[in-house]
């Protein structure tokens, strides 16, 4: 069972979205194998419960139960109910897997260190392979998207998947012994991933490895706690002053003056000017979710329901030459994607379950003597941090790549929950 799990993040990264009918894709062979995983895992918790007894006592897990819950009674007030049906299903078999076989099967150190270097060499594999591609066009900014074809939709979910592996990677050099072969390999692949970083040329990557950087000092001086507290401040505040008088609405794009830049310096002046498509197609969207919200706060109108419903909320003013929106994206922010879909009670479900991991990451790595225990604790809060901070900007937590690390990250925390068998106590002896 270990083995299939080593499998599985080796295939992460090789990963290619198919369609499934007209309404349904899966990605494959990532998906399938999950689906399997999740049937064995049903078929062992009916064999022998007890042997879950551990992990089926995480507050963790109660936290996602209680999501999952909650995305079953969306369905009832959901204006796609099918659809939403579709998202409960491609939920389930993500998180059974990964929140309740893995933490059983990936405990040791040895286990840990196999599953990262699997999924960190196969990822490294395909930077190797897209730099080779992407130099054939001359390292061009629109060239990018076509070297990553088919395992990547585009430069961004490559770019996130990309620099949320930094983590585990210096954590995998610091975990080698000095002056020896494989810390001189795990080097030179961090050396050729951040020159794949750079190349990607995506915005919220790079930014996002400075969140990462950020985050790990906080929870390395133990203050992250305050960093959570004043973000939501901060982040509060700056949607008070945008919903104030509705001057969001002064951040109207001119829709003949939107473009998509094939230079990368063009794209990034675009982007302060607020002249770059991608931005004015983002507000728009942003626009029409605020309206959406205001309709249904409680309720919302259902998992996976964005996009057959968003366009009667959309304010004409605001339109680009892209909202015709062939690629059927979202909203572009999840936490916003999140209120529209599954109400004001589905956003205060998953911002309780991503505070109590950052909080329950800085106790870990602040009180434990376990030097396993806090690594896992470190990698998992930083690269929580940065995911979070992608999805201000998209919403990458619905697709394998990214949404697989996240689940991994959950999957880490409920393992160190059964090990120490804490949950429910407040003691932090963590031997």
Request: net charge positive; with cysteine.
């Amino acid at each position: 069972m270990r083995l299939i799990f080593y499998i599985l993040f080796a295939l992460l990264p090789l990963s290619t979205e198919l369609p499934i009918g007209d309404s349904l894709s899966l990605d494959f062979p990532f998906e399938p194998i999950l689906i399997i995983l999740s049937f064995i895992t049903i078929l062992f918790i009916c064999y022998s419960p007890k042997y879950f007894y551990a992990v089926l006592q995480s507050p963790l897990l109660l936290l996602i139960s209680a999501q999952m819950v909650w995305w079953l009674i969306n369905i009832i007030f959901s204006t796609t109910p099918l659809l939403s049906f579709k998202f409960f299903l491609a939920k389930c078999w993500y998180i059974i897997p990964y929140c309740i076989l893995l933490p059983l099967v990936i405990q040791e150190k040895k286990h840990w260190i196999t599953l990262a270097s699997c999924l960190c060499i196969s990822m490294s594999i395909m930077i190797i392979v897209a730099i080779v591609r992407h130099a054939g066009f001359q390292f061009s900014f629109i060239g990018i998207n076509k070297s990553l074809f088919p395992f990547f939709r585009n430069h961004v979910n490559y770019s996130a998947l990309l620099v949320c592996l930094f983590p585990t990677g210096y954590i995998l050099l610091k975990a080698s012994a000095p002056k020896s072969n494989l810390r001189l390999g795990i080097s030179i692949l961090l050396v050729i991933a951040f020159a794949g970083l750079i190349v990607a040329y995506s915005r919220g990557a790079w930014l996002a490895l400075l969140v990462g950087i950020l985050a790990y000092g906080f929870i390395k001086k133990g203050i992250m706690q305050v960093a959570i507290t004043f973000s939501a401040i901060a982040i509060c505040i700056s949607i008070f002053v945008m919903v104030q008088n509705q001057r969001f609405l002064s951040f109207r794009p001119k829709h003949d003056q939107t473009y998509f830049h094939e230079k990368l310096n063009e794209h990034l002046a675009a982007t302060v000017t607020l002249e770059d498509v991608s931005n004015g197609e983002r507000i728009y969207r942003w626009i029409a979710g605020a309206y959406m919200v205001a309709d249904k706060p409680i309720t919302g109108f259902g998992t996976n329901s964005f996009y057959p419903t968003y366009k009667a909320y959309t304010l004409p003013a605001y339109k680009t030459w892209v909202s015709n929106n062939p690629d059927h994206s979202t909203v572009h922010n999840y936490f916003l994607l999140t209120t529209i879909e599954q109400g004001l009670p589905g956003l205060c479900i998953f911002l309780l379950l991503i505070v109590y991991m950052f909080v329950y990451c800085q106790k870990i790595y602040t009180h434990s003597s376990n030097p396993l225990h806090k690594q896992l604790a470190i990698v998992s809060g930083t690269t929580l941090a940065m995911i979070l901070f992608l999805n201000f900007f998209s919403d990458l937590l619905e697709t394998d790549k990214v949404g697989g690390i996240f689940w991994l990250i959950c999957s880490v925390v409920i393992s160190l929950q059964s090990q120490t068998n804490l949950a429910g106590k407040q003691r932090y002896n963590y031997e």
